[in-house]
C-alpha cells in the first residue's frame, strides 16, 4: 500500500493556508455593504459553494462517460466521490443561501432558479446512493452510477432553464423584493477581489478533498482484494 | 469466415436494406407482443387506470376548490396524476421481461440493442396515451372542464414521449436492483421536472387561452427535451443491458 | 473447430469465476460440461450465448470472436436456459412468430408449425404458454431456440424440474436436434441422462477445464466413477 504522497501533504497546506486567507478576507478585507450588512458576507462563500458543487457534478458525468468507454474501474471512484463531495458542497450552498435569504428578505426560503436547481441536484444525488446500494455486482454498480450521472447531468441545466423560464412570465415576489428576484448588488473591487479568491479557494479544497477520497476509494478497494483472496 | 450453411440460406430472408429494414421489424415486433400480452392480461392497464382515477378523486377531496381555482390547477393535478401512473406501467412493462428472463431472450435475438428500446418504449408510450385518452373525458365529466383543446393534446403527447423516453431508460436499470420498484420513481422524477413544469405551464396556457406566443417557449423546451433524451437513449442503452 | 475458446477469464467486481479456461469444440460434437456448483457452469454458457462479456481471453464461434462480433454469432447460436424465456400471456403459436420476426426468418407459418410437430406440441399451439407445464414449457424453449436453425446449440441445465416422462420427452427431441449435425454444448446435473446423449464429457471445476473424455474411451456406466474422481483431484 502506497503511503501518502508528498504532493498530496503539500496541497493539504495550500488549502489550509488558502482558506484560512479566504476567511480573512471574507471579514476584514472585503468592505461591509449597505443594504444588508453582515449578513452579506455569506455570499462570498455562497456562491463558491454551488460552483463547486457544479464543477464536482461535471466531473462525475466526464467520469462516468470514461468509465463506460474504457471500464477502468478507477473512473468509478473518481465519480462516485466526485458526487460525494459535490453533495455536502451543494448543502452547504444551500444553507449558506437560506441564510442569505432570511438576511435579505425575511423568509428561509426562496424559489430561485438557482437555490431550487441545487436543491434537485442533492435528490438526484440522494438518487444515485440509493440506486449504488441496490445493486450487489460491483461492475454493474459501476455501469449504472456512471449512466444515472451522465443523464442527470444532462437533465439538470435543462431544469434550470425551465425554472427559469416560469419565473420570468410568473415572477414571484418574495418578501421585500429589493433588488431583483436574487438579490443582486453591486460589486466593488475589493468585493471582487474577495469574491473569485473565494472562487479558486474552494476549487482548490474541492480538487484537494477529491484527492483524499479517491486514495480512500482505492485502499478500500485494496483491502476488499485482499481479503477475498484471503478467503479462496 | 465459414460458409454460411444451406439451411440458413434458405431460412433467412435477403433484404434489400438489411440494417434499417430488419431494425423497424424487431421494433415492431416488440411493440406488438407488448400489445398482444397486454390484451389478453390487461393487468398494466387496469392497474395503470384504477390508479389514475383514484389519485383523481383523492385530489377533489384533498384540494376542496371552487370552480375557478379548479380550472387553474387543472393541469396540475392532471400531471401529477400522469406520472405517478406512468410509474406503475414502466414497471411493469420491464418487470414482465426480467422475470422470466425473457430480456436474455431478446438480448439473444440478432438485433441492434436500440431496436429494444425503442419497441419497449414505444409500447410504453402507446400505454400511457391509452390512459390518459380515458383520464381526460373522465376529468373533464367529473369536473365540468373541457379538455378537449388541440394545444393541449399536443403538450401531452409532447410531454409523455420525453417521459417515456427517460422512464423506459431507468425502469430498465432499476429492474436489474434489489430495490426495483421502489427505487423508479426516485431515480426518474427529479429527471423530468423539466417536463413537467413545461407541461403544466403549456397545459395550463392552452386551457386558459393564453397567447401562443407565451406558450411557445415551453413547446420549444418539451422538443429540446425530447430530442436530447432520445439521442442520448440511443447511446446508452447498450451499457444498462449488456452484462 | 466451431468453437475455441483460449485463456478466459471472467471476473465479477473483484471475484474471479472463469480462470484461464481453454476449451474447443469441432463441428457436430456433443459434449457435456459438468461440474459442481459455483464451478462456472453457467458463467460460461452465459459468455458463449454473447449475453456476458469476457473479462480476459478469446472466445470464437463459427469464425466469429465474441464481444466484437456478437450479432452474427446470434444468428447461429440457440440457446435454451433453464428459464424458459417465453412469454406467459402469449400462445405457443404467437411466441414463436414473435421470435420468427426477431430473427428474420422467411416462410415463417411453415416453419413454425414444423417446429411445433418436432418438439410434440402442434395440438397445443393455441394455447397459453402460461397453462403448460414445465415439461412443455422447455420443449417449447427448445423449438424457439432451433427456428433459425442454429449451427450451434447451448443447453444449460434443461433437465432442471422435470420429471421422469418429460425428461424422456426432452431427450427424444434433444437427440433429434443433434442428428442434424448440430454442435451441442450441454452443461447438467444429471449424470445419467447426458451419458446416453454426450459424445465427450468435459469437467468444469474452480472456472478450468480439469478433463475431458471421449465417450468411446469410457463406459459410460462409469460416468459417477469417472466424474468423482476427476472432482476429487483437481
Not at chain 3, 43 to 49: E, K
Amino acid at each position: 500500500m502506497e503511503s501518502k504522497p508528498r504532493m498530496l501533504t503539500i496541497l493539504d497546506g495550500i488549502t489550509i493556508l488558502l482558506f484560512l486567507t479566504a476567511v480573512g478576507m471574507v471579514f476584514f478585507y472585503a468592505p461591509l455593504e449597505a443594504v444588508m450588512g453582515q449578513v452579506q458576507r455569506v455570499f462570498y462563500f455562497h456562491v463558491a459553494n454551488a460552483w463547486v458543487g457544479m464543477l464536482g457534478f461535471m466531473v462525475a458525468a466526464i467520469a462516468g462517460i470514461a468509465y463506460l468507454r474504457k471500464g477502468d474501474r478507477k473512473w468509478d471512484i473518481v465519480g462516485l466521490s466526485a458526487i460525494e463531495i459535490s453533495f455536502v458542497f451543494f448543502f452547504t450552498a444551500i444553507v449558506s443561501g437560506s441564510i442569505w435569504a432570511r438576511g435579505s428578505w425575511g423568509t428561509w426560503w426562496t424559489w430561485d432558479p438557482r437555490l431550487t436547481t441545487a436543491a434537485i441536484c442533492e435528490l438526484v444525488y440522494a438518487a444515485y446512493f440509493l440506486l449504488r446500494q441496490g445493486i450487489d455486482d460491483p461492475d454493474r454498480r459501476a455501469r449504472f452510477g456512471a449512466v444515472y450521472a451522465l443523464l442527470s447531468f444532462i437533465s439538470v441545466p435543462l431544469t434550470f432553464i425551465s425554472i427559469r423560464i416560469f419565473r420570468t412570465i410568473h415572477p414571484v415576489i418574495i418578501g421585500s423584493g429589493g433588488s431583483g428576484a436574487e438579490g443582486s448588488f453591486d460589486m466593488s473591487p475589493r468585493m471582487l477581489q474577495t469574491f473569485i479568491f473565494s472562487l479558486i479557494t474552494f476549487s482548490i479544497i474541492f480538487a484537494d478533498l477529491l484527492w483524499h477520497r479517491i486514495r480512500l476509494g482505492k485502499l478500500a478497494e485494496e483491502a476488499e482484494n485482499l481479503r477475498l483472496k484471503t478467503l479462496q | 469466415m465459414e460458409p454460411i450453411s444451406q439451411a440458413e440460406k434458405q431460412l433467412t430472408r435477403k433484404s434489400s436494406a438489411p440494417g434499417l429494414g430488419q431494425f423497424i421489424r424487431a421494433v415492431s415486433a416488440v411493440i406488438w407482443k407488448d400489445l398482444a400480452a397486454e390484451l389478453r392480461s390487461r393487468e398494466l392497464l387496469s392497474a395503470m387506470l384504477v390508479f389514475a382515477l383514484l389519485v383523481i378523486l383523492v385530489f377533489n377531496f384533498a384540494l376542496e376548490l371552487d370552480a375557478g381555482t379548479r380550472a387553474a390547477v387543472t393541469a396540475g393535478v392532471l400531471w401529477v396524476t400522469f406520472a405517478f401512473a406512468g410509474t406503475l406501467g414502466l414497471n411493469r412493462s420491464m418487470a414482465m421481461e426480467k422475470d422470466r428472463g425473457c430480456l436474455d431472450g431478446l438480448l439473444l435475438a440478432p438485433v441492434d440493442r436500440s431496436a429494444i428500446y425503442f419497441g419497449k418504449a414505444i409500447g410504453n408510450l402507446i400505454f400511457m396515451l391509452i390512459v390518459e385518452a380515458i383520464v381526460l373525458p373522465v376529468y373533464s365529466v367529473l369536473y365540468t372542464v373541457n379538455l378537449f383543446n388541440p394545444g393541449l393534446l399536443l403538450i401531452i403527447l409532447l410531454g409523455s414521449i420525453g417521459y417515456v423516453a427517460v422512464g423506459t431508460l431507468l425502469s430498465s436499470m432499476a429492474v436489474q436492483t434489489r430495490t426495483r420498484d421502489v427505487l423508479l420513481p426516485v431515480l426518474l422524477f427529479p429527471l423530468v421536472i423539466p417536463i413537467l413544469i413545461a407541461a403544466v405551464k403549456g397545459s395550463t396556457g392552452f386551457l386558459q387561452g393564453v397567447d401562443i406566443a407565451d406558450i411557445r417557449p415551453w413547446i420549444n423546451l418539451l422538443l429540446v427535451y425530447d430530442v436530447i433524451f432520445i439521442a442520448v437513449a440511443f447511446m446508452v442503452f447498450d451499457y444498462i443491458v449488456e452484462e | 473447430m466451431i468453437i475455441t475458446v483460449r485463456k478466459l477469464v471472467k471476473r465479477f467486481g473483484l471475484k474471479t469465476v472463469l480462470r484461464g479456461m481453454d476449451f474447443s469444440v469441432a463441428s457436430g460434437e456433443f459434449v457435456a460440461l459438468l461440474g459442481p456448483n459455483g464451478a462456472g457452469k453457467t458463467t460460461f454458457l452465459r459468455i458463449l450465448s454473447s449475453l456476458s462479456r469476457p473479462t480476459m481471453g478469446q472466445v470464437s464461434i463459427a469464425g466469429f470472436s465474441l464481444p466484437h462480433q456478437a450479432a452474427a454469432v446470434r444468428r447461429r447460436l440457440g440457446v435454451v436456459s433453464h428459464l424458459p424465456l417465453l412469454y406467459g400471456d402469449l400462445t405457443a403459436d404467437e411466441n414463436l412468430r414473435f421470435f420468427a420476426r426477431m430473427y428474420d426468418i422467411a416462410h415463417a407459418d411453415e416453419r413454425i408449425s414444423d417446429v411445433l410437430e418436432m418438439v410434440g406440441l402442434a395440438s397445443r399451439r393455441r394455447d397459453l404458454v402460461r397453462t403448460f407445464s414445465r415439461g412443455m414449457q422447455q420443449r417449447l424453449a427448445i423449438g424457439r431456440a432451433v427456428l433459425h436453425d442454429p449451427e450451434v446449440m447451448l443447453f444449460d441445465e434443461p433437465h432442471t424440474g422435470l420429471d421422469q416422462d418429460a425428461c424422456q420427452m426432452l431427450d427424444t427431441v434433444l437427440q433429434e436436434v443433434a442428428a442434424r449435425g448440430r454442435t451441442v454444448v450441454m452443461t447438467s446435473h444429471d449424470l445419467a441422462r447426458v451419458g446416453d446423449l454426450a459424445s465427450r464429457f468435459d469437467i468444469l471445476s474452480r472456472g478450468v477445464i480439469t478433463s475431458s473424455i471421449q465417450r468411446s474411451d469410457m463406459d459410460p456406466n462409469n460416468l459417477l466413477a469417472y466424474y468423482r474422481q476427476a472432482i476429487a483431484e483437481a
